[in-house]
């Protein structure tokens, strides 16, 4: 790990204004995949702002019937909320299917959304990694590519998103909340919050330089059955290798996202029109130009009988 300084904000806008002063600062709070990459070089801040001490750690009722969660919630917490575990249940289960308790006892609401891929080539210093050095290569591009992704990928990176969160939080159309460097507030829609990779898949997010989250904001519930299957190589500490967040009515429509596919998690509007005909025309929809490798091509059935296992859960639920 290399030297950096440190302070401690006092206000999110001046968070925000401290990060953006200094290039190749970064903020700090749980910590829990930050430290990892500054211990392997992968990330070398040359400065620190802790928010830890913001006000930024309560769960509060919206005046229009939803949740405002702050930014530095604990995931245990968040889990464990009687609001989220009624009303939100696919967001409470996915929680607690990523990471330790231990981990959860530390992560936050918006490190969850920050954490970076786990691809195994971009933690191995000696690969090319345009994720890591942009412009340097993609060693997975030809590489062992069992755990990467199958759609949303480009000639530069296959990497996926690993978080279980932002998958539950996109099939409840969550917001994203921040603050600028200069004071000013904004709005972004879970859906537009992760990037798709391109040809700069060293960037992961539609945050300005700068920007700190605040929060993140759940609409009213909109009742069902919540739903979160992971998939995965073994029973716990395992990222996924295809997951599944739904929210299921009784008429058998509903919202659903995948994660461990694509480099965010992967919703498609368009294709939850076909869940009233079963698993497999709501999956060929929403992978459709999917491009998987030799190691990974197991992932496009394995979302659909992931899906169908979800549907009928549902089912039997009703």
Not at 100 to 124: E, H, I, M, V, W
Not at 225 to 235: G, M, S
Not at 238 to 259: E, F, K, N, R, W
């Amino acid at each position: 790990m290399k030297a950096f300084t440190y302070e401690r904000a006092t206000t999110p806008a001046a968070a925000a204004a401290a990060v953006a002063a200094k290039p190749g600062a970064k903020f700090i709070a749980g910590g829990t995949n930050l430290l990892d990459l500054m211990k392997l070089q992968i990330e070398e801040p040359v400065h620190l702002v802790d928010v830890n001490r913001l006000a930024l750690d309560t769960i509060e009722p919206t005046s229009d019937g939803g949740l405002r969660i702050g930014a530095l919630v604990r995931n245990t917490d968040l889990a464990s909320d009687a609001r989220v575990r009624r009303d939100y249940g696919v967001l409470s289960r996915a929680i607690v299917a990523g990471a330790s308790g231990q981990l959860r006892n530390k992560a936050t609401t918006a490190g969850n959304l920050l954490q970076r891929t786990r691809c195994p080539y971009f933690y191995d210093t000696n690969q090319p990694c345009n994720k890591r050095k942009p412009g340097s290569g993609c060693a997975a591009i030809g590489g062992y590519s069992r755990q990467l992704g199958i759609i949303g990928t480009s000639d530069a990176c296959i990497a996926t998103y690993p978080g279980d969160m932002a998958v539950a939080m996109r099939v409840l159309d969550a917001t994203v909340e921040t603050v600028q460097p200069n004071g000013q507030t904004r709005k972004i829609p879970i859906a537009d919050f992760h990037r798709l990779w391109g040809d700069t898949p060293h960037i992961d997010t539609n945050l300005k330089p700068g920007e700190l989250i605040t929060a993140v904001t759940l609409p009213k519930p909109v009742g069902g059955t919540h739903i979160y299957h992971k998939v995965r190589d073994r029973a716990s500490y395992a990222y996924a290798l295809v997951s599944v967040a739904a929210i299921l009515q009784p008429d058998g429509t509903g919202h659903v996202a995948i994660g461990g596919i694509a480099p965010k998690p992967w919703r498609v509007e368009a294709a939850e029109a076909a869940l009233p005909q079963g698993a497999k025309a709501t999956a060929a929809r929403m992978l459709a130009g999917a491009k998987p490798t030799q190691d990974n091509a197991f992932k496009v059935p394995l979302v659909e009988r992931t899906l169908a296992a979800v549907m009928a859960e549902a089912k039997d639920a009703a």
